[in-house]
């Protein structure tokens, strides 16, 4: 775990703790396009969201709701994406399991571009 990025938040600069709890943080960095997303996170390395235990799940609940009435009130966004990545085939890159959360405008030109469009996109059809 000495090279995870998740494991270890001081491995990249930009990343900041922005509130936490005992089991879990919310981590975000500066954002360009999707601004105010972040992540959230076991302080425990677990690989994937099937390896946390029943006390990190209750704290990833509380920190969310915490998250997004720090979020409403700093951004006041008018929808989330909310999800976990599982695997590489899954779109997970960093092997610790994080939950992103991600604000969502009205304004985007994706705007009403969900989860569900990978789900429904016929160009994503398996052959």
């Known amino acids: 775990m000495n090279e995870c990025p998740l494991c ?6 930009e990343q900041k703790v922005t ?6 943080m919310f981590l ?5 396009v999707l601004i105010g997303s972040g992540l959230i996170i076991p302080k425990r390395h677990c690989e994937t969201v ?3 235990n029943a006390q990190e799940w209750k704290a ?20 989330y994406n909310i999800g976990w ?4 085939t899954g779109g997970q890159h960093i092997m610790h399991a994080h939950m992103h959360v991600i604000p969502r405008f ?7 571009k969900g989860i ?4 429904k996109s016929k160009e994503n059809m398996r052959r």
């Open 8 to 13: 270890h938040i001081d491995l990249d600069e």
């Open 28 to 32: 975000q960095k500066p954002q360009e």
């Open 19 to 24: 509130l936490e709890n005992e089991y879990c």
């Open 60 to 79: 990833t609940y509380e920190l969310l709701h915490e998250v997004k009435q720090f979020l409403d009130v700093k951004y006041k966004p008018d929808g």
């Open 116 to 119: 569900r469009n990978a789900l």
């Open 85 to 88: 990545n599982v695997s590489e």
């Open 106 to 112: 009205n304004d985007e030109p994706l705007a009403g």
């Open 50 to 52: 099937f390896n946390i």
